[in-house]
């Protein structure tokens, strides 16, 4: 199985949750018809489940965290590229094509669009080549 990325943790996170808020319906609808047991079973379950949606937005984060210092790099080393490129390009109009492209970028950033990042960044990188 490949890695979960953050937004399909938050998606399990949110799933989760559905369930949690289900059982507690269900408890409420069924109470008079359930023994003490049976209460505090499906209440320790439905904490399990609230514990564990917890556990899965904190490793939501983290995962966001960890894939936000991955574009961090890529960014970096692309504006590094393109300070080398302008310094040693001597087409202008590349040089406003290159320029143009980190606007982009910091557009697609300002958004904080993963998709327009990745295109961006790919975009800039296949430009300077």
């Known amino acids: ?3 979960l990325t953050a937004q399909q943790v938050t ?3 949110k799933r989760f949750f559905s369930v949690a808020r289900t059982l507690t319906e269900y408890r409420e609808h069924h109470w008079d ?3 003490r047991e049976q209460h505090q079973r499906l209440s320790d379950l439905q904490w399990s489940i609230y514990n564990y949606t ?3 937005l904190a490793l939501s984060a983290m995962l966001a965290m960890e894939e936000a210092e991955k574009v961090l790099n890529r960014v970096a080393q692309v504006t590094k590229d393109v300070n080398h490129y302008i310094d040693r390009e001597q087409n202008i ?3 406003i094509g290159v320029a143009s492209r980190v606007v982009m970028l910091g557009g697609a950033v300002i958004s904080q669009s993963p998709l327009a ?3 961006t960044l790919a975009d800039l990188t296949a430009a300077l080549h």
Do not use: H, R, Y
């Open 33 to 35: 018809n359930m023994s």
């Open 54 to 56: 917890d556990d899965l």
């Open 117 to 119: 990042i990745i295109a």
């Open 93 to 95: 109009e590349k040089v």
């Open 1 to 3: 199985m490949t890695p």
């Open 11 to 13: 998606t399990l996170a």
